[in-house]
């Protein structure tokens, strides 16, 4: 029954073969032990050429498996959530993002016959990409995939120094935390500028409260501001002063109801 539903047309081909040499068997004069003979091996050769057709098929699907592993941070062994995973062997990758305790699944994964390898991205915010090749023999067990954070930029040496020329590249930095000096994850973070008109660019931190902002729109003069929110937060607005937005800009954060 599953060689007739994977190779239908084998079917249809074998059944018109038997009627043919049935009717060739029956209207010519051979004896009766021939004709049982004959019907034996024709019935055989049948069966034979349906299971070839069969096995064929079945070589060309493609395997079917589920994928999963963990991302964990380098330097502290903590899961990393929201990365994206991506697994691919020809055509279109599959994706998938980790959950907060840093797994990540991957359901159906298609990969053809003959290839043992398959290519695995992670990116992460406040990572370096990472990259491997994973072999489909090991993805019972996948090894944990481990990022290695960005370091955060060292402040300029120096004194103050006015704003760029207009339509330079400015990279305003810094980093988000409590009053526990722990970093505040995906805070919003807007930068204001004055001029005509004024110009406001956002981003926001990553897993360390870090975040990196490079624009080549924002002035860096007396009118620039920095508005930090979060839900659970007090929103910060601050004025930053040309040598202020070339630091390592640093944003306390102080959760609603306290003091």
């Known amino acids: 029954m599953t060689a007739a539903k994977d190779n239908p047309w084998g079917v249809i081909a074998a059944a018109i073969l038997v ?27 049948i069966f034979g050429v349906i299971y ?14 589920t994928i999963s592993g963990r991302v964990v941070n380098q330097k502290t062994g903590k899961p990393v959530p929201r990365a994206i995973v991506s697994l691919s062997t020809t055509g279109v990758p599959r994706k998938a993002q980790t959950n ?36 489909i023999a090991d993805i019972a067990q996948p090894p944990t995939v481990m990022l290695v954070p960005h370091e955060p930029p060292s402040p300029p040496p120096g004194p103050n120094r006015a704003g760029p020329a207009p339509g330079s590249s400015v990279t305003l930095a810094g980093r988000v935390f409590t009053e526990d000096r722990e970093g505040v994850v995906y805070a919003d973070v807007l930068f204001q500028s004055g ?3 004024p110009h406001s660019e956002a981003t926001s931190t990553g897993e360390q409260g870090n975040f990196r902002l490079k624009t080549t729109q924002l002035r860096l003069d007396s009118n620039l501001k920095i508005t930090v929110s979060k839900k659970g937060f007090r929103t910060v607005t601050r004025s930053l002063s040309p040598g202020d937005a070339r630091q390592f800009i640093e944003i306390k954060l102080a959760r609603e109801g306290s003091n």
């Open 52 to 65: 070839a057709g069969n096995v064929q098929i079945e070589t060309a699907k493609p395997r079917e498996m």
């Open 19 to 45: 009627l043919s040499l049935v009717a060739l068997a029956l209207s010519a004069k051979m004896p009766p032990k021939m004709k049982y003979i004959f019907f034996v091996t024709l019935i055989a050769a």
């Open 195 to 197: 001029g005509s008109p």
């Open 100 to 135: 907060s305790d840093g797994f990540w699944v991957v359901d159906h994964f298609q990969a053809p016959r003959g290839i043992n390898v398959i290519k695995m991205s992670v990116d992460a915010t406040d990572f370096n990409p990472h990259e491997a090749d994973l072999a």
